[in-house]
């Protein structure tokens, strides 16, 4: 199970990579198709709402069909998000781009894959080692975005993140488990309870709000999230002006 953890890791790393990327070039991008900082502004929530929409469907979608599905999915609704990217010539297509990003939750997938294949006492450390594929990908894919991005354009760019998914899809399909519960009957038992419904069923989803600290950590992450959006894609703009 050691080496479907450090698969993982390596895959966190490629798709954050990715992310970063395209953060390097959609406000470039942006910019040269006529937006201003009003409209890039709703491109961003637009982008916050796909995927707060997406988190609990996302979730739903793993306890059904298993982490190596729910992977594989997020890693080719990367590569679509970035070959939308690559051809988009205008601002109603930069908006369209962003519908696959509804399915892209790579991070809370690997956590997902972290915690099934640890052990309690073990499980804090795996997923502190998470936060440092967030910050490698993070400075990696900044770094070539803008190199790729200034030295090719920002198609090329595109082009090579959805190269790059389908790098991390195929890591998926050949090493990823289709489930990773290890404990003795959690595997019939998920299945059980996740096959009663379907993927929208709400109130499935409504029950695990009620889990404890649940519904806290959610109102956290929400709350804290706004300043940071707002930081992040004010920033961006900046740097387009400035550099």
Known sequence: MQKVIFITYIITVLEITWMFLQFSITPYLAKRLGMDTL?????????????????????????????????????LASVMYFLLLGFTNS??????????????????????VVTDLTEPEKRTDALGKLGLCFGIGMITGSSLGGFLSTHYGESFAAFVGAGGSLLSTVLVISFIPKHTKKQPGAQEHVDKKAKAGSVFNLSEIARLMKFPGVAKIFAVKITSGVPQGNTIAGCKWDDVDTF
């Open 39 to 75: 409209w890039f502004g709703y491109l961003q929530t637009t982008v916050g709402v796909i995927q707060l929409l997406g988190g609990p469907l996302f979730g739903r979608f793993a306890d059904i069909f298993g982490a190596r599905m729910a992977l594989a999915t997020s890693c």
């Open 91 to 112: 601002v109603p297509l930069l908006f369209i781009h962003k519908l696959p990003a509804v399915f892209m939750h790579i991070l809370p997938g690997a956590q997902m």
